[in-house]
């Protein structure tokens, strides 16, 4: 089946600074990649819609200008968290959908634990 | 919107079945998922249901009926292994031709001995 990943798995960093999280397909190319973020016993909540070579598609109450997407290329998004603060502190989840898209299964990463202090 | 609704948490035993119910309300219907998740893990895909009716996979079933907006997953046999949150999941395409998938707030199975 396909494959996403995740990198890095877990970060820990200081109040203020800002952390980058990488979501690649390695086996398939994803003209659309998905970052979702999961808190401690709540659902997955959709943060971002991300498309190659496009603007992202930011969901309703996610600041565009603190978690940046850049979807440079058909395998690789990137989620930065600039500024991050300890209400950042989440499980952070990409997803992929092979080739155009559609209502088809989604893949996961493995996702990736922020803590900031 | 979408709204979705199903248990918060479930408990069965080794060797038993278990059925998780979902209901949503959608503005269109795409479709029905399933996915499992294992604690601090990313979601697994077990089930995608478009048309009504059961579907079986080993020892996971999933069931759909769109007139009652209403599905289950079914696991037979459970083992310890199966403790896991279940979430059903629907997607929805805005006009803009995007498309995300809106998930439940999952239940969380726990198996017992």
């Known amino acids: 089946g396909a494959v996403v990943s995740q990198h890095p798995s877990r970060v820990i960093c200081k109040s203020g600074t800002s952390v980058k999280i990488e979501c690649r397909s390695l086996d398939f190319q994803a003209t659309t990649m998905f970052w979702y973020r999961q808190f401690p016993k709540q659902s997955l909540m959709l943060m971002a819609t991300s498309n190659e070579g496009s603007k992202a598609t930011y969901e309703q109450g996610v600041e565009k200008d603190k978690f940046l997407i850049n979807h440079a290329s058909l395998t690789l998004s990137t989620l930065t968290v600039t500024s991050a603060h300890p209400e950042d502190s989440s499980f952070y989840i990409c997803?992929?959908?092979?080739?155009?898209?559609?209502?088809?299964?989604?893949?996961f990463g493995p996702g990736t634990r922020l803590t900031v202090l | 919107g979408q709204n979705i609704d199903q248990p918060t948490e479930m408990t069965a035993t080794e060797g038993a079945i278990v059925q998780i119910n979902c209901t949503y309300q959608?503005?269109?219907?795409?479709?029905l998922f399933w996915y499992q998740q294992h604690a601090g893990e990313a979601p697994t895909f077990l089930s995608y249901?478009?048309?009504?009716g059961l579907e079986e996979k080993g020892r996971f079933s999933s069931f759909l009926s769109r007139s009652k907006g209403y599905s289950y997953l079914l696991l037979k046999e459970l083992q310890m292994k199966d403790s896991a949150s279940y979430l059903c999941a629907v997607p929805s395409y805005s006009g803009a031709g995007s498309y995300q998938l809106t998930f439940g707030k999952g239940t969380k199975l726990s198996v017992i001995p």
């Open positions: 997803s992929a959908i092979p080739g155009q898209g559609g209502h088809n299964e989604q893949f």
């Open positions: 249901n478009v048309l009504d």
């Open positions: 959608t503005s269109g219907f795409n479709g």
